[in-house]
C-alpha cells in the first residue's frame, strides 16, 4: 500500500492492509487482531490515512471502481463513500484540523473533500497529469502535490491554487511525498532510488539520500523531525 506522512505517534494503533478488501488493525503492543474492517473495495486497497484525532479511517482502492471509503476507528463501521474519481487513487491524506480529505489519483484530478458534508469541494484537474501523492503541511496552509513523473507543485491549501513548481535537479518519477513535522522540508521518495529533501522556504534542493537498490515506495518522518524512515521494493527499511 502507498503511504505517506508522519510515523505512529500519537496513533494507538498499527494498521496494516490486505489485499482483497479487509482492513485489520491490530493492538500495537501485543500485535493481536483488534477490528477487522470489512469493505466492499472492488479492488485493491492503495491508500489510508487517519485523521488527526484518531477516529476517522479513509481508504482508497484502484479500479476497476476507485473510490474513497470513511470508516469508524471505534466501532468499525463504514460511514461514507466518497466517489468521483475514475482511475487509480494512488493517495489520501487529512488535513491538520481533519475538516478536509485530499486524494490524489492518476485520472489527472486531485480532490478535496469536506469531511462534514461528505461532499467533494474542490477539483484541481491537469491534463496529462497523472498524480502519484499529495500532503499538507502541518500548518495546513500549504498542499504539495506530485505525478507520477515527477511534477511537483506547492498549493493554497484551501483554493488548490497553484504557488510554486519545485524544479528537481534530476526529473524522475516520485511515489511518495512528505512534510517534515516543522513544515521546513519536503522529502521525495524517486524512482532512481534516491530520496530528496527539499527546502520548502527557499525552493530549492537541500541534500538527496542514497543507498537503496530498487524504487522507494514510502517515506514518512519521525514525529520529532529528527528521523526519516523509508521503505523500497528492495524489500529494505
Not at 477490528?35 to 491508500?47: L, N, Q, W
Not at 485523521?51 to 479500479?63: M, R, T, Y
Not at 480532490?111 to 499538507?136: G, N, Q
Amino acid at each position: 500500500p502507498n503511504c505517506t506522512g508522519t510515523l505512529v505517534g500519537m496513533m494507538k494503533s498499527l494498521l496494516t492492509v490486505i489485499l482483497v478488501g479487509a482492513l485489520v488493525v491490530p493492538a500495537e503492543a501485543q500485535f493481536k487482531l483488534q477490528r477487522t474492517f470489512e469493505s466492499k473495495h472492488d479492488g485493491s486497497i492503495r491508500a489510508l490515512a487517519f485523521s488527526p484525532d484518531g477516529k476517522l479511517l479513509a481508504s482508497a482502492n484502484w479500479a476497476p471502481t476507485p473510490d474513497i471509503k470513511l470508516w469508524d476507528v471505534v466501532k468499525g463501521e463504514e460511514l461514507a463513500t466518497l466517489k468521483g474519481h475514475s482511475e487509480n487513487i494512488n493517495s489520501v491524506a487529512f488535513s491538520p484540523d481533519g475538516k478536509t480529505l485530499v486524494s490524489a489519483a492518476e485520472d489527472e484530478t486531485i480532490r478535496l473533500w469536506d469531511i462534514a458534508t461528505r461532499m467533494e469541494r474542490v477539483l484541481l484537474k491537469e491534463d496529462d497529469a497523472y498524480f502519484a501523492a499529495a500532503a499538507y503541511s502541518p500548518d495546513g496552509k500549504t498542499l504539495a502535490s506530485v505525478t507520477l513523473e515527477g511534477v511537483t507543485k506547492l498549493r493554497d491549501a484551501a483554493t488548490g491554487r497553484e504557488q510554486a513548481t519545485l524544479k528537481w535537479e534530476r526529473s524522475d518519477r516520485i511515489y511518495s511525498l512528505v512534510f517534515s513535522p516543522d513544515g521546513k522540508t519536503l522529502a521525495a521518495g524517486k524512482l532512481n532510488l534516491t530520496i530528496v529533501l527539499w527546502d520548502v522556504a527557499t525552493r530549492t534542493e537541500r541534500a538527496t539520500l542514497r543507498g537503496h537498490h530498487d524504487k522507494i515506495r514510502c517515506v514518512a518522518f519521525s514525529p520529532d523531525g529528527k528521523s526519516l524512515a523509508s521503505a523500497s521494493w528492495d524489500s529494505t527499511v
